[in-house]
Every structure is written in C-alpha cells, then in structure tokens.
C-alpha cells in the first residue's frame, strides 16, 4: 500500500480534476466539497466476497419478494410474519403503489445494503438501502484514478476489475426497459449527489434530464427535445418517491413529472428503483428481514442483522429500558445518520427524557447492540490512524441479481465516532476484490 | 443519441458564452496588468460602461482584484468561469468528464490565483485550461450539432465583446462570418430580423449603428 500512499496528493489532485465531490446544505446555504478520500483501499478476499455475495443475494431476493407481496395479496401479513402496524404505519409504504406491478416484476433494481466486519470476522447488516441509494460513482472513479497514479500497485496486487458498474447499470435499466430511452433523472445540479448523477448518466450511456427535460402524454413518458418527443423506457430517479409526482404525491413538488405515476402504473415505463419500496429498507422492518428470507425462500439468512429490539413487542421495551445506557437508539424516520443515539453518550437525564418518548411511540425507534466493529487504516497527516469504517455494498437486479465486486467503504473521521456518512463529515475508501 | 433536449441546448450555449467571455475578456485584460507595472492609467471606467456593468471599484487595482477574482460579484470572470463550469458540469454525459475536467482546471486555477502576487501566472493557465477545452470538445464529441451549438455561443460572446470594447469592423465582419457557418450547422433557430441584419454587415459601418448591430447579435437566439 505504501505506493499508494506515496501518490496520495496526485491521486487528491486527480479527484479534484474531475470534480468528485459532493454537496451539502448548512445553515440554508449550499456548498460543494470534495469527498475526503483515503487511498488505502478495503481488501476483500475473493473467498469472503464469495460468502459476502450469496449472503446479498439472497436477502436482495427476499426484499424484492415482500414488496410485491406487500403491494399485492399481503400473505406475509395475513401469515402473522410481519405485524401490519410496521407495514401500514411506515412512511416508506405508499397506498398509492397498492397493485403496481413493475415491468419484469422487478422493485429494487440497486439496492445498497450497508454491513460493517465485527470484531468476530462476521459481517453484520446494519441497514437496507432500497429507495435511491448512493455512492458506487466513487470508488468506480476513484479505482480508474488510482491505476493512473499508481500503476505498480495494481501490477502487483490483482484486484477485481470494478470498472463495469456503467455496463451493469445499463444492463439492469435494458432488462426492465418498457421500450425507449434510458434516462438518468436528477432533481438538478444542487442536489448532493449531483457528482454520482452526471457521471452515472455518461457511464451508462444514458440521457441526463431533470423535471422540464420530461412529459408525460396519453400514459407514455417523454423526453422532450429539439426533434420530436422520444419515448422513454426506463427512468433511473434519482428523486425521492415524495416529489417524482406531483399530481400523486407532494403537491408543491417542482422537481417531480407530473403523471409519472400514471405511466409507470400503465406499466408504460420502469422506474428504477420502483416507488413505494421504501417500506422494505424501513429500520423497523430491517428486524424482519432475516423472517422474510426463511418465508420466502425457506432458507436461513447468510448474512446476520445487528442484534435489534423493537420497542414495540413488550419483551424488548423491558430490555430496552433497562439497557438504554449500552444500546444504540434509531429514528426510524431518519436517514443519512441522523437520528442516531448512542445511550452511552446521554446523561441521566436526557437517558430519561428518551426512555419517555421510546414508551410513548414504541414504533418510531428501534434498539440495536452497539456492534464493535473492525477499524481500518487511514492516512491523516503523514501518518496512520485507525478509524471507524462500514461498507456500502451494491446489488442490482436485472434478468439476475449480480454483487458489484467493489462498493463503497466509508469511514468517520472523528476518532470517537460510529458515524460515516459523508453528510457528516465521513470520507471513503475503494473497495478491493482480491482475485485470489 | 442525436437529439437534445431544449435546456440542454441552451446550457451548450451558455457554456460557449461564458468561456468564451473568460478568455478574450483576460486577453484583453492581458497588457493592463504589464501597463500598471509602470503606474499607467487604464480606463476601467470606461471599460465598464462598455460593458454596461456597475463600476464601484476604489481604483484600477480594486477593479482588477474584484473584477477578475471576486466570485461574489455577479460580473466578475470568476463569477462567469463558475457559470462555465456549472453549466458543463450539467452536460457531463453530453462533453464527457476528459473535456469537462479541462473546465474544473481552470476553476482551480482561478482560485490559486486569487490570493497570488503574481496573478497573471495562475490566469495564464487559466486561458491554457480554456483553449485545452476548445480543443477537446472539438475533437471528442461526435454530434456536430452539439459542437455547434457550443461554438455559436461563444461566437455570439465574441462579438458582443468585440463590439462593446470598440474592435475594428473588418475584424468584426469575418466573426459574423464564422458564425453563420457555425449556425448552419445546428439546429437552432435564429430570429429571422437579426439575422437579416447580421447578414448584412459590411466591414465598415458607422459608429451609430454598431449599437443596432451589438442588439441584432444579443438578440439572435433565444437560449
């Protein structure tokens, strides 16, 4: 690695070439930053990416099963495997999907599951990312960059080629295409991932468009340009389920296509990833997905979730409020890290002040053990330092469900936190398949 | 695909303006930074209302920092050379990130030239960056009703400049030139009252009607 390190402010200055940053709104105004990147990469061995893989497979398999059948017959429901209340009662479930069927009956076409390695060599799914997740445009960037600054590295260490995620995005949008054009469709250039959007859409071969660029007639969806309309297939959004849709949706939505719905229920376009998934990567339903592997494919989960309580069932809630002080607290409505309470770091009071609130909505939060998990390498000033690191794993859903052999590995750069986002000051590592 | 959408034409018009705007701007700029080496006058009052731009500067060295660097200021070539690199990077898929990096590098170097007491250095690669961009765009992108497009914007930019800071019309004429020919091969639509103006030019023609000249190249497409 010492290569690599070698050539750390060549590889920086290559980021900053390409404009690989991300934005971030404080305080009402808009910034853009570069993505802190720390070139030591996370090596994976091909025999545990192999393990890593059947683990994310299965459980992308799952998840895709019980959205259908949440929008469908419910059998899950009915069968007292998940207690509607998790269902109905989540803010990702949207009465509007009831009996959509996407085109090839495929809902999470990517979906980015989060796992971090124990201490105990396991990895552990910490959450779901089925709705837009971000972040492979990344380390693909990242790993092209680095072969150009540091050439012997990769002469030396053979390392899964993770430069197909363009091909394999573009496979994905093929497969599930109604008939059209693949479209990357951005809310514009001040959302925070507009980096990933832009490069997305030229790795893939795709059109980048945003709301004006976008029509739809008569239940067909429609790019408009300087021609005719050209009819587009498949959607990639890149906007959440709440503004895709004026007309359907949030009302006051400027950034949505009005009717997108009706085409997408007309099962004229696909949209990827479908709208109304997020009551599948819900924190709350996260506890059952381990139930949904075993009950729709009657077999056990690979992968093991966090240990997780739900405040909701009696036995928890009495674990709950007597552990407080050694668990982790989640909002369930929160994303991007926040909403996120280690009982550790509360005093007396504000232990108790949220033990009240966890009894008055059981629901809105979930438990979890704190995993104590791996720390990795990164280079900060000169010298070596261990931080706090999870991984971003990417799976796409096309004719089959492929593992990219990469993914995101984020780190926090505060010493003393668990808390990678990039939203949060957090910085990212490539992600190493090791070919032997 | 060999069809774009109406905003994205627009952008690849706004991206020939403003860089455009950046690079004959700066090399006008060029010899006023040697003339203020030895303390001689520059008329940047003079140049600005040419431009028809605020001129609230202390003095001529104020007006080179805040004029050249100042990306507060909404006239400033920063501000245009960060509406050159938004503007591209929307049509990243379109130019492709090898062109658009050449935009990101003269952005960069923009901002390493801020603080430097050497400012003419930084801005010299600025132009480098920009002529880098020229080259790249013509020779990667395929489509040549993208590279046209991009191309009339900055043909347009040049002859509002070259009319508002007092070029000869013999070197005007042969811009209107280039850029017919540009046009001809997009598909844009011109405003048929401009263009019969514009194709009218002759390379001489008396000061009053530069003005009308200056309106018909401002008003030729509606992006």
Request: net charge neutral.
């Given at each position: 690695m010492q290569e690599l390190l070698n050539h750390s402010n060549e590889i920086n200055e290559q980021l900053a070439r390409y404009g690989v940053k991300f934005g971030i709104y404080k305080d009402g105004a808009f910034n853009e930053r570069l993505f802190p990147f720390d070139p030591i990469p996370r090596q994976i061995s091909q025999g545990d990416f192999k393990a890593l893989e059947a683990g994310l497979v299965q459980r992308v398999r799952a998840l895709n099963a019980f959205i259908h059948d949440i929008y469908h017959e419910k059998h899950i429901i009915r069968d007292g495997v998940v207690p509607e209340e998790f269902v109905y009662r989540s803010p990702g479930y949207l009465a509007q999907c009831e009996g959509a069927t996407p085109p090839k009956l495929v809902y999470s076409h990517i979906s980015g599951i989060d796992l971090v390695l124990g201490k105990d060599n396991e990895w552990y799914i910490l959450e779901d990312n089925l709705r837009i997740p971000s972040g492979a445009s990344y380390p693909l960037i990242a790993r092209t960059l680095c072969r150009r600054c540091s050439p012997e590295t990769f002469q030396k260490n053979k390392v899964a080629d993770n430069r197909n995620y363009g091909m394999l995005l573009k496979r994905t949008m093929d497969y599930v295409n109604a008939g059209g054009i693949n479209v990357v469709f951005t809310p514009g250039r001040y959302n925070a991932a507009y980096f990933e959007h832009s490069y997305l859409a030229e790795q893939s071969g795709a059109v980048l468009a945003e709301s004006g660029d976008l029509f739809v007639e008569n239940r067909v969806l429609y790019y408009r340009t300087d021609r005719d309309p050209v009819r587009v297939g498949a959607l990639y959004r890149r906007v959440s389920d709440d503004y895709i849709d004026p007309l359907f949706f949030e009302p006051s939505s400027l950034i949505g296509i009005p009717n997108l719905m009706d085409a997408y229920m007309a099962g004229n376009v696909a949209v990827i990833n479908a709208p109304g998934n997020g009551v599948a990567d819900d924190k709350g339903i996260y506890y059952f997905v381990p139930k949904m592997i075993s009950y729709y494919l009657q077999e056990e989960a690979l992968l093991k979730n966090a240990p997780t309580y739900l405040p909701y069932f009696a036995a928890d809630m009495s674990y709950v409020m007597a552990n407080l002080d050694h668990l982790v607290i989640k909002d369930v409505a929160e994303a991007g890290g926040y909403g996120v309470i280690f009982g550790e770091n509360l005093s007396l009071a504000q232990r108790e002040e949220l033990k009240k609130a966890i009894q008055l909505a059981p629901r809105r939060f979930i438990a979890q053990e704190v995993v104590d998990f791996q720390e990795m390498p990164v280079s900060e000033g000169g010298s070596l330092v261990e931080r706090k690191a999870d991984l971003r794993a990417f799976v796409l859903t096309g004719e089959d469900v492929t593992v990219w052999p990469s993914g995101l590995t984020r780190f926090s750069r505060d010493p003393d936190s668990f808390v990678v986002n990039s939203s949060q000051g957090g910085g990212f590592k490539d992600t190493w398949i090791l070919c032997q | 695909m060999d069809t774009l959408s109406v905003s994205k034409a627009s952008r690849l018009f706004w991206l020939g303006r403003y860089y455009e705007r950046v690079a004959t701007t700066l090399a006008y700029l060029w010899n006023w930074y040697d003339r203020m080496i030895d303390g001689a006058p520059i008329d940047y009052a003079g140049f600005c209302s040419a431009l028809d731009i605020d001129c609230s500067y202390a003095d001529a060295e104020a007006f080179m920092h805040g004029y050249v660097f100042d990306g507060d200021n909404p006239v400033s070539l920063r501000a245009a050379a960060d509406a050159m690199l938004g503007n591209g990077m929307m049509l990243r898929e379109t130019i492709g990130s090898r062109t658009l990096a050449y935009l990101e590098l003269a952005v960069s170097a923009f901002e390493s030239g801020?603080?430097?007491?050497?400012?003419t250095l930084p801005l010299q690669r600025v132009i480098d960056c920009i002529m880098a961009f020229r080259g790249s765009y013509d020779d990667c992108i395929n489509d040549e009703n993208v590279r046209n497009i991009i191309k009339c914007g900055a043909g347009v930019e040049r002859l509002s400049l070259y009319l508002r800071l007092g070029w000869r019309m013999d070197l005007v004429q042969p811009e209107v030139g280039k850029l017919m020919k540009r046009m001809n091969r997009t598909r844009l639509v011109p405003s048929p009252d401009a263009l019969r103006l514009l194709l009218a030019v002759k390379a001489s023609i008396p000061p009053e009607e530069k003005a009308s000249v200056l309106a018909a190249v401002e008003n030729l497409f509606k992006l």
């Open positions: - | 801020k603080d430097s007491v050497t400012p």
